[in-house]
């Protein structure tokens, strides 16, 4: 294998390996229009239901943190007034979502016992397939809830394709809408033996992290992530490497993340960014880990992810340290 083929290999499994970013499904794009074969699908019996409320949270077992899937037959039986959005195909069965309003909740609550969780939580307890179904759901379904009127003419919209378009129903513009994600760059700076991360006003004491921020219009990955960095802590970026990437329905963001190395160690802050960045060596990181000094966000996010890989190459495992470091007040 060549140097380029291990590299993309290597940032290909960096990335399924990040929260939410590990669904493996097939989300059948070319029968979304098929409403025969989707309705049929619909009443198969071995057809799941992931059901949201109108927060975006997910309906969980009583007794165990795994999803309380709706039946196809629950769903035809009390279910069938609410419309649903195909997710796709898994190992041969089908996977829709249902949003439920708060009297379709509390009686989905009643029948199965279900309760109720986020997906910040969810992500750091479902398997890999729950947590990235969980995220795709919560993104389509917050989609269609921001998308009710025509951004062209402010008729209302209709959700068409099985949830994944919504058409307008002005017959003078019958606009399509199709779903929209906000992309952001998140990107580890080093400079010789440290790492930069920097801190927001209201965070956890000792919490740094990643810097990161959204991509502009007419503008690269690579470009944003020397606009960020420079905007948040005057450090100036020389390049930056894609490392791996990170779906982020909170509510609708696409996380991208870098490494990147910087010309200076000067950081210049600006009043309306951070509230404190810092250059960290290893052994700060180690040092202050153990003694409860510093925290670092947790494994739901890809910045840990990113110090982790820093750390990591340096020959310092970060689950290590967060397993040993005193426990948060």
């Given amino acids: 294998m060549s140097v380029s083929s291990e590299r993309d290999a ?4 960096r990335a399924r390996q990040n929260v939410f970013a590990g669904l493996d499904i097939d989300r059948m794009a070319e029968r979304r229009d098929d409403r025969l074969w989707v309705e049929e699908t619909e009443r198969a019996s071995d057809t799941r239901f992931l059901v949201l409320d109108t927060e975006g949270n997910a309906f969980v077992q009583p007794d165990a943190d795994v999803p309380a899937w709706m039946t196809s037959t629950l769903r035809a039986e009390r279910f069938g007034d609410v419309p649903s959005t195909l997710l ?42 729950d947590a990235g179904l969980f995220a795709f759901a919560k993104g389509i379904l917050h989609w269609q809830r921001q998308t009710r009127f025509c951004s062209q003419c402010g008729a209302p919209t209709l959700v068409v394709s099985s949830g994944h378009r919504v058409q307008c129903t002005n017959p003078d513009v019958e606009h399509l809408h199709f779903p929209r994600t906000d992309a952001a760059i998140i990107v580890i700076v080093e400079y010789g033996d440290a790492c930069l991360l920097g801190r927001q006003r209201g965070w956890p004491d000792g919490r740094y992290s990643t810097l990161a921020g959204f991509i502009e ?21 020389s390049h930056a490497t894609y490392h791996s990437s990170q779906p982020w329905p909170m509510p609708a963001s696409l996380m991208v993340g870098f490494t990147a190395t910087a010309r200076t160690r000067e950081i210049r802050l600006r009043d309306d960014e951070l509230e404190d960045a810092r250059w960290f060596t290893v052994d700060d990181i180690v040092r202050g880990m153990a003694d409860g000094r510093l925290d670092v966000p947790p494994p739901l996010s890809v910045s840990y992810r990113l110090i982790a890989h820093w750390l990591a190459l340096r020959g310092v495992d970060l689950d290590d340290l967060v397993a040993s470091a005193p426990p948060r007040p």
């Fill in 88 to 129: 796709g195909l898994a190992d041969g069965s089908a996977w829709f979502t249902l949003a439920l309003d708060e009297a379709h909740a509390a009686l989905f609550a009643r029948l199965t016992g279900a309760r109720r969780m986020s997906l910040r939580e969810a992500g750091l307890l479902f398997s890999a397939f």
């Fill in 217 to 237: 219009p007419g503008e690269s990955l690579e470009d944003a992530v020397r606009r960020e960095v420079r905007e948040e802590s005057g450090v100036e970026v």
């Fill in 10 to 13: 290597a940032a290909a499994t």
